[in-house]
Antibody, heavy 119, light 108 residues
Framework: QVQLQESGPGLVQPSETLSLTCTVS????????WSWIRQPPGKDLEWIGC???????DYNPSLKSRVTMSMDTSKDQFSLKLSSVTAADTAVYYC?????????????WGQGTMVTVSS | EIVLTQSPGTLSLSPGERATLSCRAS???????LAWYQQKPGQAPRPLIF???IRAIGIPDRISGSGSGTDFTLTISRLEPEDFAVFYC?????????FGQGTRLEIK
């Protein structure tokens, strides 16, 4: 059974860098593309970007200047860094597995982690 | 980017009734790469449909998707109590991946 679990600080100071990690179990991380998606409270879902074990990444142009994704295959983990955060970055952050392709349906999701940007 | 517009914003129906949800794209969705998700409070979205009409694993056949190009529909033929939630469409045919703003299906 494939499971994803997000982890990281629930509170980040404005202008700082948000850092989250997704731990994958039940499947090799090298076999798929993996994505981050966020959802501000009461608002819509927004795709942040995806990463492949080859090192290939693809980011949403709306966030591209502030996003970095990386992967640690030895730990079956992939990570998100979002720099220069503001209150607008307050959201539930989900990690997810792409079904097959770089751009694809997300067929497995983590439970999500709430990140609040506030001083 | 492709903008997805869902309608109605809220749909009030009773168990046993038929629900029809719409998702309209600002431009044609490549290869009908359109998915539907159900989201309940405090939970992650659950995939229902991909490729516009293919049910995800474990999704009952009373839930179906249809459409092509710019107009897509999710139909739930006979509503069960567990169906009431928020539904999102997502296009993955063009970068960046985008989602609709959601349709809330509530019990009348």
């Amino acid at each position: 059974q494939v499971q994803l679990q997000e982890s990281g600080p629930g509170l980040v100071q404005p202008s700082e860098t948000l850092s989250l990690t997704c731990t994958v179990s039940g499947v090799s991380i090298t076999n798929y593309y993996w994505s981050w998606i966020r959802q501000p409270p009461g608002k819509d879902l927004e795709w942040i970007g995806c990463i492949h074990y080859s090192g290939s990444t693809d980011y949403n142009p709306s966030l591209k200047s502030r996003v970095t994704m990386s992967m640690d295959t030895s730990k079956d983990q992939f990570s998100l860094k979002l720099s220069s955060v503001t209150a607008a970055d307050t959201a539930v952050y989900y990690c997810a597995r792409n079904q097959v392709l770089r751009y694809d349906v997300f067929n497995v999701w983590g439970q999500g982690t709430m990140v609040t940007v506030s001083s | 980017e492709i903008v997805l517009t869902q309608s109605p914003g809220t749909l009030s129906l009773s168990p046993g009734e038929r629900a029809t949800l719409s998702c309209r794209a600002s431009q044609s969705v490549t290869s009908n790469h359109l998915a539907w998700y159900q989201q309940k409070p405090g939970q992650a979205p659950r995939p229902l449909i991909f490729g516009a009409s293919i049910r995800a694993i474990g999704i009952p056949d009373r839930i179906s998707g249809s459409g092509s190009g710019t107009d897509f529909t999710l139909t739930i033929s006979r509503l069960e109590p567990e169906d009431f939630a928020v539904f999102y469409c997502q296009q993955y045919g063009s970068a960046p991946i985008t989602f609709g703003q959601g349709t809330r299906l509530e019990i009348k």
